[in-house]
């Protein structure tokens, strides 16, 4: 693990643990910088629509958690694990004390968010030299033992921008407001994309301004995040996602008792 160090391969192992494979961190921000958090969070699971090893609430500061709930993934034995939380300042939100990006105008008019890619709660590889002079291992025989343990590895960043995009140094996604930096094997594993990878601090997405649509979609958002604000501050919407994720679960055992015991009643009648 020296050797990882050395070559700054920051994938944390919370993607290993708990058989977490794919992760997806969505960051909606509207135009006054405010927005929402979506994290969702494919795990293995030894019992169809219980979540094991469910990964705890995400060390962001300055956000409020808002919801968690479970859902099936499309392959069997998985859940997927969806949480979200609302933010009122983009530029507050950080991880471990460090800023998670930037959200400012542009000269232009439009907007530009950068996402730190080491400040997001799941390390993508870095590119730190080796410091002690110590001889490093070639990347791609790093990469090859580290992709070797993540078979279906998927981790994305995504940034959903107020308007449609300019420009990115990531992908644009076909709804043109969302800029997505994804990492999976084929990237761990390919020295050209591994590289260009690497050598991003962040991902960069600039946009216009927000259409008549944005507009009303900022309205709607702004009404859930004043809901959201007043709950929190009643210590109601103040829940751990933990604690929103035990109450989803033991909704579910109680609707399955309740179930078993309509069936027991219908049984009885016969």
Request: glycine share 8%; hydrophobic share 35%; with cysteine.
């Amino acid at each position: 693990m020296k050797t990882a160090k050395h070559l700054g391969l920051l994938l944390t192992l919370a993607l290993l643990g708990g058989g977490c494979l794919q992760t997806t961190q969505t960051w909606t921000i509207y135009a006054d910088g405010s927005g929402k958090l979506t994290i969702r969070t494919v795990l293995k699971t030894e019992k169809p629509g219980v979540a094991a090893n469910v990964p705890g609430s995400p060390s962001f500061e300055n956000v409020i958690p808002v919801s968690s709930r479970v859902e099936p993934a499309s392959d069997p034995g998985h859940v997927c694990v969806i949480q979200e939380c609302y933010f009122e300042d983009f530029n507050k939100v950080t991880y471990k004390k460090k800023a998670v990006g930037s959200f400012a105008r542009t000269t232009e008019g439009g907007y530009e968010a950068k996402l730190f890619k080491e400040s997001t709660g799941r390390a993508l590889p870095g590119g730190e030299p080796a410091k002690d002079g110590k001889p490093a291992m070639d990347p791609t025989a790093v990469m090859k033992m580290v992709a070797a343990q993540m078979k279906g590895l998927v981790y994305r960043i995504e940034i959903k921008m107020p308007g449609d995009l300019a420009k990115t140094n990531g992908v644009a996604m076909e709804d043109k407001r969302t800029a997505v930096l994804e990492v999976t094997e084929k990237t761990l594993l390919d020295d050209k994309t591994r590289e260009a990878v690497t050598k991003m601090d962040c991902l960069d997405a600039v946009s216009g301004p927000p259409s008549a649509a944005v507009v009303a979609e900022t309205g709607a958002f702004h009404d859930a995040l004043s809901k959201a604000k007043e709950e929190h501050a009643n210590d109601v919407g103040a829940k751990s996602m933990e604690d929103l994720l035990k109450e989803d679960e033991e909704r579910r055992k109680a609707a399955e008792a309740a179930e078993g015991g309509n069936k027991d009643d219908k049984d009885d009648d016969k």
